[in-house]
Structure formats: structure tokens, C-alpha cells
């Protein structure tokens, strides 16, 4: 190959797939549909079999028990950002998309130990679905977010998750869902009625990784893009 030729190809990899943070106000995708590069396991440094590119998403293939899958967690971390992409769960599944994780396996067990949770949930056939705070679109255990947005299982969901200098809104399906502050007394205090109130840095730490739930059900993403804000 022509060294010219290289170089283009080369630069043009680099321009569409590569993992990095975003300038400023610029959008950047995190999946582009061909494989998981920018993305590993928690505690690993690649993904779990499991998790498998199908016709341009990302599938948690939960039908074969001995590949393993575990929570995606994006390579990069943000701060202020908007992150957009779509998911479609299986018939009673369960998964979530998570954020400000830490990246830190030997300090923490789990992503949900440092990260809240929009959930994703078929509402009519999964347990949780009875649950007030557990819905589809809720920040999963401490807000109840809007009723009526999520589509049918089987159909797409788009997801806006904007987390910006104290401010917290999630949309589904252009809805939107929840808006609420963080870091503020009212916060604390919605940690501190959670599950998660004995985890020390639940919630605290407002920079972190974006991760995707195996929760052990059949669950698809696509089209994840972030800006930094």
C-alpha cells in the first residue's frame, strides 16, 4: 500500500473510531456499530463475550449462560456532558444506563457502588416495574420520573441523559422524564432514603464513565454519541 493511501486510512480510523474525550461542545460517538473498541467489562480490559455487535447495536446476548458479560464501561470519563443513544430490551428484561462511575475495580465491587442508574425495564413484565422509582426512565431507587414516554418492548427508546454543572435531566423519547439537582442537601437526602446510602461515593462524584447494565436479560444499544458541555 502507498504510504499517502496509508496515512489517509489511517487518519480516517482515528477521525471515526477513536474512544477520545470530545472538545467542547462537540459530539462524538462512543459505538459506531463494528466493534467494542472504547468499552471493557468492569475490572477487565476488554468486553465480555456476551456483549456482541449485531447488525450495527450492541446486543447483551443473555442466551448462553457460560459467556460472560458483566457492566460495559466506557474508556473515556466526563464531567459536564449530554449523552444520547437508543436501547430496546427483551420481553420481562432488565438493564440500566449508568454514569459518573469509578473506574476503580480495586476500591470498588460494582459500578452502582459510585454511579446512578437510568433505568431500562419492560414495566408490564419485569418485578420491578411494580416498584415506584424502578420504572423505565427513573434515576432508578431515587426519583419517579413522568409516566407515558417509554415505547413498547421489542421497540426503540431514545435516551438523552444531561448532567450539567449541578442540573440533572433525563429524556426518553424526547420526554422529559426527570430534573432534579445534584449535590445539593435535597440530593443527600434522596441518597440517604436509597438502597445505596451505605455506599460512601454513591452519587458524590460527579465525573466518571458511562456504563451499560448486564443485568442478565437480553438487552440492545445503539447510536451513543456524547458532547462534552
Known amino acids: 500500500m502507498y504510504p499517502i493511501i496509508a496515512g489517509t486510512i489511517a487518519l480516517i480510523s482515528s477521525f471515526f473510531f477513536s474512544p477520545e474525550q470530545p472538545k467542547q461542545g462537540e459530539w462524538i460517538s462512543l459505538f459506531y456499530g463494528k466493534t467494542t473498541k472504547g468499552w471493557h467489562t468492569f475490572g477487565k480490559t476488554t468486553a465480555g463475550e456476551a456483549w456482541k455487535i449485531e447488525d450495527g447495536t450492541l446486543h447483551m446476548d443473555a442466551s448462553d449462560k457460560s459467556l460472560k458479560g458483566g457492566d460495559l464501561v466506557s474508556d473515556a470519563s466526563f464531567e459536564n456532558f449530554h449523552l444520547k443513544l437508543e436501547w430496546k430490551i427483551a ?6 444506563v449508568i454514569f459518573w462511575v469509578q473506574d476503580n475495580p480495586a476500591k470498588y465491587d460494582n459500578v452502582w457502588h459510585t454511579g446512578p442508574e437510568m433505568q431500562v425495564l419492560d414495566n408490564d413484565g ?51 422524564v426527570v430534573s432534579t439537582h445534584y449535590g445539593d442537601a435535597d440530593w443527600k437526602a434522596l441518597i440517604a ?37
Request: aromatic share 10%; hydrophobic share 30%.
Open 91 to 96: 420481553k420481562n428484561g432488565n438493564s440500566g
Open 126 to 176: 419485569h418485578p420491578d416495574g411494580k416498584i415506584k422509582k424502578h420504572r423505565a426512565g427513573n434515576l432508578y431507587d431515587l426519583i419517579e420520573g413522568k409516566e407515558g414516554a417509554v415505547n413498547k418492548v421489542g421497540e426503540w427508546n431514545l435516551v438523552d441523559i444531561v448532567s450539567n454543572k449541578g442540573q440533572l435531566d433525563f429524556f426518553l423519547n424526547g420526554v422529559n
Open 193 to 229: 432514603n436509597s438502597k445505596f446510602k451505605d455506599k460512601p461515593d454513591f452519587g458524590r462524584l460527579f465525573s466518571g464513565h458511562i456504563s451499560l447494565q448486564d443485568h442478565g436479560d437480553h438487552v440492545w444499544y445503539r447510536n451513543i454519541t456524547i458532547k462534552k458541555l
